[in-house]
């Protein structure tokens, strides 16, 4: 069984720092991995998607890494703003046969100003 | 282009009642899965339509179902309500089989307390 975790639970950083959210899953056969931000009381809205193939993505300030082999990826986000303040979500999508998306634990982002 | 549209927002029902939330999907997306999200265990896969077909379902018991139309709106459906149940139900929709061609988009949710 999948499982996915996300550490730390919370982080506070000030504003303009760069900072790294971690995201390790137990079973490396995956399709794909998503990294989402959840608003308070909002559904979720994608960021990235790294395909099991790929070790990283980027878009903007924002860059997603995959070690498929250690079980790892990690968002790094740059030059961080108060709008970055957010819930962030990794998950992971299984092999052909079991399509299923397993969340992470998620790790509750403040951007101080 | 609309996003992923749940209805209804917020509902309050009791014990033992039953429940049918909707989900529209974003035009053109033929995958439509559901999710149960609480404090304690976060995000959970509830079960995933596609072409009208269930082809993925997660560990919730039989009172939690679902179904998927011709236009691919989707309705989940959950009968005797129990206090558990409180949480937000979260749809999202994707043009493949659970994301496997692209990401997915979700819903703002549906957010269900049982009294």
């Known amino acids: 069984k999948q499982e996915v975790t996300q550490i730390p639970a919370a982080l506070s950083v000030p504003e303009g720092e760069n900072l790294v959210l971690n995201c390790s899953f137990t079973?490396?056969?995956?399709?794909?991995l998503q990294w989402f931000r959840q608003d308070p009381g909002k559904g979720l809205t994608s960021l990235l998607l790294?395909?099991?193939?790929?070790r990283e993505q980027t878009s903007g300030r924002l860059n997603a890494s995959l070690d498929k082999s250690s079980g790892r990826s990690t968002l790094y986000i740059a030059a961080s703003q108060p709008g970055d303040s957010a819930t962030y979500l990794c998950a992971v999508l299984g092999n052909f046969g079991n399509e299923k998306l397993t969340f992470g634990t998620g790790t509750r982002l403040t951007i101080i100003p | 282009k609309a996003g992923v549209t749940q209805t209804p927002r917020y509902l309050i029902k009791t014990r033992g009642q039953q429940v049918t939330l909707s989900c529209s999907p974003i035009s053109g997306h033929r995958s439509v899965s559901w999710y149960q999200q609480t404090p304690g265990q976060g995000l959970q896969f509830l079960f995933e339509y596609f072409s009208e077909t269930q082809r993925n379902k997660g560990n919730f018991p039989g009172r939690f179902s679902g179904r998927q139309f011709s236009n691919s709106r989707s309705e989940m459906n959950v009968s005797t309500l129990e206090l558990g149940d409180s949480a937000l139900y979260l749809c999202?929709?994707?043009?493949?089989?659970?994301?496997?061609?692209?990401?997915?988009?979700f819903g703002e949710g549906s957010r269900l307390t049982v009294l």
């Open positions: 999202a929709s994707s043009t493949g089989l659970a994301g496997t061609t692209g990401e997915l988009f």
């Open positions: 079973d490396s056969a995956i399709y794909n």
């Open positions: 790294i395909q099991s193939s790929q």
